[in-house]
């Protein structure tokens, strides 16, 4: 299989939407972006989709899989419209889903049925990549430092790839296509614990837009402390993590502790954006290199330049001053692993996330 058109499918722990990725694959390995789209989702499908996190039922479990099964073609047909692609031209489709559960090294599950997708496209879709890895003994996370690896890095030095996304993950790269010594993990919460204070104390807001909550606030020292002293952020890799540890319960204890302790709301957010910065900064600490960002957590000023400041003298470049717009990373990665899925070769990095050894990632649904 040479040079293939497919679609990446992506919606993360951010649950700020549907990203959808037009990617040329060759076997060299490269990945060409073609055409890129975002589509944010309702605060009804936010709100159903953290209510299925928290408290769903089979019933409602299930009702969504299919739901968001029809999301996610939509989402590719919109794509597809805009690039005027037809889909009998792709060679896949890979769904990352979205992540529903994700217990490190005992289970995880992504759900937006692939059935729907292939039914109504009348195209392969490959997905449920992070199973096979926690099968085989692994974290299931992360799986996007392969394609760091591969696409990625840099051809003469190290280079750090940062993904601030609802959580935040890292790739320390030491060479172009260099697997041995390649290293990744979760540092923590990207921007879902910020984003869940944010909505907390405004409703109407999906985020907080350009850093303003916190700009206005100040980080509290204390509070700060109590919140470093989890021991996962000291725990040594391979780890993942997600909402169900930095989610909306700990963006409301979070919250509670700021407001007892005499802070603002804005207060809250700043605290919040602080600890993210600051445990990136604590988990790059041993890798003297550029950091090259990309994720929603990138287009936050106010975030970026905390972060800047603590990683300092190390240079923060974003991601699309290198390559394309950062947005589409994840996007793109998956269809990466999709089309390594198709070739049969392994798409998991057993040093980011502990398997047992290299595994052909994922399932794929016929046409």
Not at 70 to 85: C, I, P, Q, S
Not at 314 to 335: I, N, S, T, W
Not at 341 to 350: D, E, I, S
């Amino acid at each position: 299989m040479t040079d293939v058109l497919a679609v990446g499918l992506m919606s993360g722990t951010s649950l700020d939407g549907v990203s959808t990725a037009l990617v040329r694959l060759s076997d060299a390995p490269a990945a060409t972006l073609v055409a890129f789209r975002q589509e944010p989702y309702s605060a009804a499908e936010r709100g159903a989709i953290i209510d299925a996190m928290a408290r769903g039922s089979p019933k409602d479990l299930a009702f969504l899989h299919v739901a968001l099964g029809e999301r996610f073609a939509g989402a590719v047909l919109a794509l597809l419209a805009a690039a005027k692609t037809k889909p009998r031209d792709l060679a896949f489709i890979a769904s990352h889903g979205q992540t529903i559960w994700h217990e490190p090294g005992r289970a995880t599950l992504q759900i937006g049925d692939p059935a729907v997708i292939a039914e109504r496209l009348g195209v392969r879709v490959v997905s449920g990549f992070r199973g096979r890895d926690v099968a085989a003994g692994g974290q299931g996370a992360p799986l996007v430092p392969l394609a760091d690896v591969m696409l990625f890095g840099h051809a003469e030095r190290g280079r750090l790839l940062l993904n601030i996304g609802g959580m935040a993950n890292v790739t320390w790269v030491p060479r172009l296509g260099v697997t041995e010594g390649a290293l990744a993990f979760d540092t923590g919460p990207g921007v879902a614990v910020i984003d869940a204070i944010t909505r907390r104390v405004d409703p109407d807001a999906a985020f907080d837009r350009d850093g303003e909550r916190a700009r206005r606030g100040r980080p509290l020292a204390k509070v700060l402390d109590e919140l470093l002293a989890d021991p996962y952020f000291s725990q040594a890799p391979p780890k993942s993590t997600g909402r169900e540890r930095f989610g909306i319960e700990y963006a409301d204890r979070l919250l509670a502790r700021v407001r007892k302790a005499g802070g603002s709301d804005n207060d809250a957010v700043a605290t919040a954006t602080t600890l993210t910065a600051e445990t990136i900064g604590r988990a790059v600490a041993p890798w003297d290199a550029e950091l090259v960002i990309s994720g929603g957590g990138a287009r936050n000023p106010a975030l970026v330049e905390r972060l800047a400041a603590r990683v300092q003298p190390r240079p923060v470049v974003p991601f699309e001053q290198l390559f394309f717009d950062g947005e589409a990373k994840e996007a793109v990665a998956f269809a990466f692993l999709g089309h390594r899925t198709m070739l049969g070769l392994p798409g998991n990095l057993p040093g980011a996330t502990g398997a047992r050894g290299p595994r052909v990632l994922g399932h794929i649904t016929p046409a």
